[in-house]
């Protein structure tokens, strides 16, 4: 868990979006459901993001979408929870993040606690199992 955290805390990943459909500041910080081709051209735009595989370590290192972030919804501790909480609190708001985990469920409970935190940007598209445009397999 500690490796994870010390990931999560040492891994700002910067890409962000200029989405049309981009909610307004302080008006609807609820999640936003995209596809994968909208979540890839942001994370091609240029601009900041953070990209969160909210599956598990071990999902994680089977297979993972390049510059993906593991933070595991299911294995967050109390620790982790702290660590979490005080990095995001740095962040700001109206960052683009993204989340992805197997199939939809998890990403869709990290996008909901994200946009909670007071997350303006906050996109779930879905699972692994419908991008698209490639993976990466961690090497051990």
Same mark, same amino acid.
């Given at each position: 868990?500690?490796?994870? &955290?010390? /990931?999560?805390?040492?891994?700002?990943?910067?890409? %962000?979006? !200029? /989405?049309?459909?981009?909610?307004?500041?302080?008006? *609807?910080?609820?999640?936003?459901?995209?596809? &994968?081709?909208?979540?890839? &051209?942001?994370?091609?735009?240029?601009?900041?993001?953070?990209?969160?595989?909210?599956?598990? @370590?071990?999902?994680?290192?089977?297979?993972?979408?390049?510059? %993906?972030?593991?933070?595991? =919804?299911?294995?967050?501790?109390?620790?982790? /929870?702290? =660590?979490?909480?005080?990095?995001?609190?740095?962040? !700001?708001?109206?960052?683009?993040?993204?989340?992805?985990?197997?199939?939809?469920?998890?990403? &869709?409970? %990290? %996008?909901?606690?994200?946009? *909670?935190?007071?997350?303006?940007?906050?996109? !779930?598209?879905?699972?692994?199992?419908?991008?698209?445009? @490639?993976?990466?397999?961690?090497?051990?």
């Amino acid at each position: 868990m500690r490796k994870i &955290a010390l /990931v999560f805390v040492l891994s700002l990943l910067l890409t %962000a979006c !200029d /989405v049309s459909e981009t909610p307004s500041n302080n008006i *609807d910080t609820s999640p936003w459901t995209i596809s &994968a081709t909208e979540a890839s &051209a942001i994370m091609e735009s240029g601009e900041p993001f953070w990209l969160f595989d909210v599956r598990t @370590g071990e999902e994680f290192m089977s297979e993972h979408i390049p510059n %993906a972030v593991s933070l595991p =919804v299911n294995e967050i501790s109390p620790d982790v /929870v702290v =660590v979490f909480r005080t990095t995001l609190e740095s962040i !700001d708001r109206d960052i683009s993040i993204l989340v992805y985990c197997r199939s939809g469920n998890r990403s &869709a409970t %990290a %996008a909901h606690m994200l946009s *909670d935190m007071g997350f303006t940007k906050v996109y !779930d598209f879905g699972g692994i199992i419908d991008w698209p445009f @490639g993976t990466v397999t961690p090497v051990n």
